[in-house]
């Protein structure tokens, strides 16, 4: 197929907001125990971190991971969590069926954090609990001195606070699987009085609203609507959560689902405006996508119930989930005007792109690499690029583009950087990319992943699924032509006027 992609400087969408590269780890399954944590582990550092995880989080340049759930979040006491560890309770969880050790918990995760240079995105219990553990919560992480939590926190040898910034009020909290769950108007009434007193306790942190557990759910719309017109005034972010899979092996209709996604950005947008319209208000509230990913090869795996951290949702991604996850976050980064929080749902061997064994190896899954390649080079300035390629109807969507593209633009370091994903199972693409006012660019890197059947997958021996170099692709005045092959992902990158080599 041939197809044009045309970019321009005036085609700015927004500034991508960093935290559109997040991700998360729950207390659940072998994210914590046996993922970032397991002090037997022959790369675990002084505090029982296994190193070896740190390095692929960085890798990734994850930005911010939010915690503590999830589901896990809704019947979580956090002061179990801290102090002495000899001293801190086992307890049921209800919300995995497991039970949790509380080894890790607030101050642990702080410190994981710093060491793998990202921030946390905090989750605050409004299924069991309410307001008031909320902001005690906040002031134990975030007040200097001088009140009894945070005094507390000094006690457990954390002198200094740790400023959270970023804060979930609650998790899917119209799930009948939560704990706690409620309706939109009980929700909205606890959001707003939590959010409020927590930014009493600290006013320099920004609070999210949970939306709709997906856009499946039978009240989505409706909840955003009801809960955002109580809370409006205190939070700043709404949150969205969607996971996809191929359950009937259609993989067209598969990697069309962008389309859907793209529809529920939409709608929940236009609820926050109607809300702020209604309101007559100046504040305009952003998107917070704290859930996304692929999620459905290890549906039902069986588990032993009320044992500790038992492997529980270790998807193992092939190669065709990798490429929705790409389109995924391109989605994502089309509306980086008004999503400024993404996660990657999650981080470590929970639904994730990092997939480690107790007392050995660690591999990095299909999905890993187009989020590395994002987020990494998509920094900077996002572009809508006019992409004209053919259209295909699959059985469930029309009018599906074969190519799904964007490009990010770094005007600092005078770079640029196209990522292009061809949904096409045969045909490969030539794509005429016409870079308009970026005179001086010029192609630097050729990044691709190609030519795996949509089935591969990664494991501890067999790392096959990974990218490779290719040609650079040739300029001709401000046209470069690329070549796609069929069924691929693509990072083109670009530079003024040098090479970085
Ligand atoms: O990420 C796994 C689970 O998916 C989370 O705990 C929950 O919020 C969602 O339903």
């Known amino acids: 197929m041939k197809a044009k992609m045309t ?28 993922g970032i944590y397991e002090p037997d582990h022959k790369t675990a550092d002084e505090d029982g971190f296994r190193t070896d995880v740190i390095q692929l989080v960085k890798e990734l340049n994850v930005p911010i991971v939010r915690y503590p759930g999830g589901n896990f979040v809704s019947g979580y006491n956090w002061e179990d969590g801290v102090g002495p560890v ?10 995995w069926g497991t039970t949790e050790p509380n080894y890790i918990g607030t101050n642990e995760f702080m410190k994981w954090c710093q060491k793998a240079n990202t921030d946390c995105m905090m989750a605050v219990n409004l299924g069991t609990r309410g307001p008031e553990e909320a902001r005690n919560l906040v002031e134990y992480t975030n007040h200097k ?21 970023l804060w979930c009020l609650g998790n899917e909290m119209d799930g009948a699987w939560q704990m ?7 929700y909205g009434r606890v959001a707003l009085e939590a959010s409020k007193m927590m930014k009493w306790t600290d006013s320099s942190i920004e609070t999210v609203l949970c939306g709709s557990s997906s856009r499946n759910s039978k009240t989505f719309g409706e909840w955003e609507a009801q809960s955002l017109d109580i809370a409006y005034d205190s939070i700043d972010y709404v949150s969205l959560h969607q996971y996809y899979g191929n359950h009937d092996g259609d993989t067209q209709s598969y990697l069309a689902q962008t389309l859907e996604m793209e529809e529920f950005i939409h709608t929940v947008l236009c609820v926050c405006d109607y809300i702020k319209a209604k309101k007559r208000s100046k504040k305009t509230i952003n998107l917070s996508f704290d ?54 749902a999650q981080l470590v061997n929970v639904i994730a792109p990092i997939f480690t064994e107790i007392g050995g190896g660690i591999f990095r899954q299909t999905i890993f690499y ?23 109807d699959t059985k469930r969507f029309t009018d599906v583009p074969y190519l799904e593209g964007i490009a990010t633009y770094d005007e600092e370091n005078e770079t640029m950087t196209v990522f292009v994903v061809n ?17 001086g660019y010029k192609p630097i890197e050729f990044i691709s992943m190609d030519g795996y059947d949509k089935n591969a997958v990664n494991g501890f021996d067999n790392s096959c699924v990974k990218p490779h170099k290719n040609a650079v692709p040739v300029m001709d005045g401000s046209i470069m032509t690329v070549q796609l092959k069929p069924f691929s992902w693509n990072v083109i990158r670009l530079k003024k006027n040098e090479s970085l080599y």
């Open 145 to 165: 001195s001088g009140s009894a939590w945070s005094d507390l926190r000094r006690s457990h040898g954390y002198e200094n606070p740790w400023n959270i910034k």
């Open 423 to 439: 949904k096409s199972l045969d045909d490969s693409a030539v794509l005429d990319v016409n870079l308009m006012d970026f005179g």
């Open 7 to 34: 970019l321009a400087k005036e085609f700015k969408i927004g500034t991508i907001d960093k935290r559109i590269y997040g991700s998360f780890i729950e207390h659940l399954g072998r994210a914590v125990y046996g």
């Open 291 to 344: 859930e996304w990913n692929v999620w459905y090869h290890s549906n039902n795996a069986p588990y032993e119930r009320w044992s500790m951290a038992p492997p529980r949702l270790e998807d193992i991604y092939n190669f065709e989930d990798a490429l929705l996850v790409a389109s995924m976050l391109i989605t994502l980064l089309r509306h980086c005007d008004r999503i400024k929080i993404a996660c990657l």
């Open 86 to 95: 000899e001293n801190r309770p086992k307890r049921l969880d209800l919300a």
């Open 180 to 186: 706690g769950a409620k309706t939109a108007v009980e």
């Open 370 to 392: 187009p989020f590395e390649h994002l987020s990494n080079f998509g920094r900077g300035v996002a572009l809508n690029p006019i992409i004209s390629c053919p259209k295909h």
